[in-house]
């Protein structure tokens, strides 16, 4: 996570291709384009909270909810596999219609799904709602950055606003958990999902009145492929509905292989798709870039462990240590500050070592981590089992983030920059859904088999947890093996 002016932010997403509908400079003031500002870092800080603000609360929800452990998962993942697969569809959207309509609706879908899913009385019903947040943040997203780069022209103001949007990211980011463990302690889990409802209200009054509304470029709607987004995001849906269902069915029963072949199918579709529409949500030759692939697959690996280790950690502190929610989110506190402070360390050296040590020694270090964090104890302590391990991991993770996006852009016309941060977003969201279904899946038949051998439930908890960090591992080590397919410094503008 970065807060530098000049740093891409956490979760880089499509930028603008164009700042064509921007208002003329003379007709902003400097009251209007502040207000602006203000807008697009509040919707955006909403955005990156709710990616962690329900992990401290799962065990709350699933109590009062009667969630079987797959629908608890599907909380994180339902947001999730919308935000990732809707993301670069969303980015097209905040150019090609206009930019406040497309900020306008994608507030209005976030806030209206938050409330519904606060209002919640079944595990359907809250999953759907998530699904329909993390479709509201896809397009929101790259609205509010988009809104930035229109409004502010003048380069040292620019420098300056991006910089408080990157800095808001960042504490987004970081007081998730801790925001979360505060609201579902004092106030009840709901509230993790009713605090977006006023704030959602109030951006859109604002931005009904500040945000300037310009004319969409014509053909705009046309221009959307909204048969790939379909595909795609079905198929990562039905790639993890079938992964999560091997928790309690056989890999040979259609519960499990039914989901599995229809993913297939849809990604096979898109693939298809992409390859022959006039206007392709993923051109596929941009995919040819070796640098933009490689980076990709290094971020696939590196979301997949960190989603899962937040995850398991938030379970492990309350239903093993018995942590009330807001020790648990304080909890992730070192955690959040190692990524700020790798990420920081990252942008002080890339420009005299390039992407590459960063991201081996990053993954390095995370896999160090996360095999240190899979020797968990069911008898043992955040200060003795876990600080130091999930700060390696965290920081690991922290240097690793910036340079991936680096890597990924480097050499990319300036037109398919934002396609290129784009997929790195869409990778690490994707990376991180199907790491989490599949981490989740290997820690419950752990819990199952020692329960089998009449393991005590806190043991066979922990066991399980233990072997699905260790998996996490398995993943950031081949990120590391992975970067090292990157070209050295001097090779990289080229590539």
């Not at 969303?90 to 209206?112: C, I, P, Q, Y």
């Not at 209200?201 to 931005?207: I, P, R, S």
């Not at 502190?317 to 989110?329: D, H």
Request: aromatic share 6%; hydrophobic share 55%; proline share 5%.
């Amino acid at each position: 996570m970065r807060t530098a002016a000049a740093q891409p932010p956490p979760h880089p997403i499509p930028a603008p291709a164009a700042a064509d509908d921007a208002p003329p400079p003379s007709s902003r003031t400097p009251r209007s384009a502040a207000a602006v500002l203000v807008i697009a870092c509040a919707a955006q800080f909403m955005v990156v909270l709710d990616v962690s603000i329900v992990n401290v609360a799962l065990p709350a929800m699933r109590a009062e909810l009667h969630l079987s452990a797959a629908g608890q998962q599907w909380i994180v993942n339902a947001y999730a596999l919308a935000f990732a697969g809707l993301l670069l569809l969303g980015g097209r959207a905040a150019d090609l219609v206009g930019t406040k309509r497309a900020f306008l609706t994608g507030l209005a879908a976030f806030t209206v799904a938050s409330l519904a899913g606060g209002l919640a009385e079944g595990g359907a019903l809250l999953i759907a709602a998530r699904a329909v947040q993390g479709l509201g943040g896809a397009i929101l997203a790259p609205a509010t950055l988009t809104l930035i780069m229109t409004t502010f022209t003048e380069p040292a103001a620019r420098t300056r606003a991006m910089g408080a949007w990157s800095a808001v990211m960042a504490a987004g980011g970081a007081a998730g958990a801790v925001v979360g463990g505060v609201l579902t302690e004092y106030a009840g889990w709901r509230w993790v999902l009713f605090v977006n409802v006023p704030i959602g209200v109030a951006l859109l009054a604002a931005a009904l009145v500040y945000v300037p509304r310009v004319t969409a470029r014509e053909g705009g709607l046309r221009r959307l492929d909204l048969p790939g987004a379909v595909t795609v995001t079905g198929g990562l849906t039905a790639l993890v509905y079938g992964i999560i269902s091997s928790e309690t069915h056989g890999w040979g029963e259609a519960a499990v292989w039914a989901p599995l072949a229809s993913a297939a199918v849809l990604l096979a579709a898109f693939l298809v798709i992409e390859a022959k529409v006039a206007h392709p949500l993923v051109p596929l030759g941009i995919l040819r870039r070796r640098t933009l692939a490689v980076a990709n697959l290094v971020v696939l690996g590196m979301g997949a462990a960190t989603f899962s280790m937040w995850f398991v950690l938030s379970l492990y502190f309350q239903q093993i240590l018995g942590q009330s929610a807001v020790k648990a989110g304080l909890c992730f506190l070192p955690g959040s500050i190692a990524i700020i402070v790798g990420a920081q360390v990252a942008t002080r050296v890339i420009t005299r070592t390039g992407p590459r040590p960063l991201l081996v020694t990053g993954m390095a270090l995370s896999t160090v981590g996360f095999v240190w964090l899979s020797r968990l104890s069911a008898d043992g302590s955040f200060a003795s089992d876990v600080v130091v391990p999930f700060t390696l991991a965290t920081f690991g993770a922290g240097l690793a983030m910036m340079p991936a996006t680096v890597a990924a852009t480097s050499g990319t016309d300036r037109s398919q920059a934002g396609l290129a941060s784009g997929l790195v977003n869409t990778s690490r969201q994707v990376g991180g859904a199907i790491g989490l279904a599949l981490l989740a899946t290997v820690a419950s038949h752990t819990t199952a088999a020692r329960l089998a051998a009449h393991d005590d439930m806190r043991v066979a908890l922990t066991d399980g947890y233990g072997r699905a960090l260790l998996i996490a591992a398995v993943f950031t080590a081949c990120a590391a093996l992975g970067a090292l397919a990157l070209p050295g410094r001097n090779r990289t503008e080229r590539s």
